[in-house]
């Protein structure tokens, strides 16, 4: 892989046509490093927020131990990044012949579900494959209430009483049983960590089975961009919401069990940068080169604001606009599909015009993972740079949060 020490020079120097991802190994691993220095437990690592093998690599020799996956394609990813890392199977709804490959071949041992068929699903290869349950470890997924930018309780999760049966269920049967929860994705309260121990305590308060540890998820907010026009409560800072955390857990005394979290989106937002070139300005519309179906289907959900640097085209030499003012611009993107149209408008420079580029920052986190093959179009391109995103000063630009008329 190419090393540069910028996005920008990167782009100046290769002049990318197609899209350019630009990956911090080094922001990576502290962003690991810090997570794992401020939770109080295990790090498990979410894989489906970005799997490429160059991230699970290292996040290997950043420390990282524990995987949480949910398909075969994940156990075989993380196997190949580490011959013993552990793995957690989170995901709540399993394929009968996935559960066989994650006990047999991938000697996985720590899994979740939220229903009585599943436990029988689990039992069945259990006792297939003459496993004593009491090597296996299964958390019972709660649902929870929470303030976060994707509230994921709707899918998963057992009600409160329905865990308690759940939970004394396992319990006769053998397996160690640990309660666990998922509070959505990029939280914007503290509180959010602290209702869900709340519905822990209760659960386990009316279960009376001694619990062999509590998995408080993932959901940890990842830094982004500003949109100035727009009046946002701040979000808490990994360090505060951390400390609320430790408190809530010694408060609901879960402190005295193994402790797991489920970190994605905060440990790899800030390791990638996406740099996209504007293929044709029209008035104020830009089509570029990436778009919904590639990496961008975060920022089209348009909630979270991306933060971009524009990069002009040293090589256009006639301008209009001023170069000072930063306006709206609707984004197309690469595909012919008509949806491919970004939800907000990227503000940028007036200048910007066809041929120039645009550094897209903060975009390690889904969005590498949910890239398609539609229309032919596939950004695989990958450079390594070493100065963090915003380490080339305050980016200019940014996704916005608000609509745009056309
Ligand atoms: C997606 C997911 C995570 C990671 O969530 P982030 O918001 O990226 O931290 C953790 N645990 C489970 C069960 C998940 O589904």
């Not at 437990?41 to 160059?54: H, Q, S």
């Not at 946002?232 to 990994?238: A, T």
Request: proline letters at 6%; charged letters at 25%; hydrophobic letters at 40%.
């Amino acid at each position: 892989m190419r090393k540069f020490s910028t996005g920008t020079e990167a782009a100046l120097e290769l002049r990318p046509d197609h899209p350019l991802y630009c990956f911090r190994p080094g922001i990576l691993k502290a962003d690991a490093r810090e997570f794992m220095s401020l939770f109080p437990g295990d790090t498990a690592y979410a894989v489906k927020t970005n799997g490429e093998p160059m991230v699970l690599s290292h996040l290997v020799e950043a420390g990282v131990k524990i995987f949480d996956v949910a398909s075969p394609g994940e156990f075989a990813a993380v196997r190949e990044a580490s011959p013993d890392a552990e793995m957690l199977y989170m995901h709540p709804v399993k394929a009968q012949s996935d559960i066989r490959l994650a006990l047999e071949t991938y000697g996985i041992r720590v899994m979740s579900l939220d229903h009585e068929d599943e436990i029988a699903k689990v039992l069945r290869i259990v006792r297939a494959l003459d496993l004593d349950p009491g090597s296996i470890t299964i958390y019972v997924r709660l649902q929870t209430k929470a303030h976060a930018t994707y509230e994921l309780s709707k899918k998963f999760g057992a009600a409160p009483g329905h865990a308690v049966e759940l939970v004394q269920r396992l319990d006769r049967i053998g397996f160690k049983v640990g309660l666990c929860f998922h509070v959505g994705s990029q939280v914007e309260e503290a509180e959010s960590y602290e209702s869900a121990l709340r519905s822990a305590d209760w659960v386990r308060n009316r279960a009376g089975v001694k619990l062999a540890g509590l998995d408080v998820g993932g959901g940890f907010p990842a830094t982004y961009g500003e949109d100035p026009a727009r009046k946002q409560k701040p979000m808490p800072s990994l360090e505060e919401l951390m400390s609320r955390l430790r408190s809530d857990i010694k408060e609901w005394e879960f402190d005295e069990m193994p402790l797991t979290a489920e970190p994605g989106r905060v440990i790899v937002a800030r390791a990638f940068s996406l740099i996209v070139r504007v293929m044709l300005r029209k008035g104020r519309r830009l089509y570029i080169n990436d778009g919904i179906w590639a990496s961008l289907s975060d920022s089209w959900t348009g909630k979270i604001t991306l933060p971009a640097r524009f990069i002009p085209d040293p090589a256009r030499k006639i301008r209009n606009g001023d170069p000072k003012k930063v306006v709206p611009f609707r984004v197309c993107g690469a595909t012919c599909d008509s949806v491919d149209i970004l939800s907000r408008p990227f503000w940028l420079p007036e200048t910007i015009d066809t041929g120039d580029w645009i550094e897209i920052g903060h975009i390690g986190a889904y969005s590498l993972s949910l890239r398609t093959r539609f229309n032919g179009f596939y950004p695989d391109d990958f450079v390594e740079v070493s100065t963090p995103f915003e380490g080339e000063g305050e980016p200019e630009s940014y996704a916005s949060l608000e609509t745009m008329g056309d």
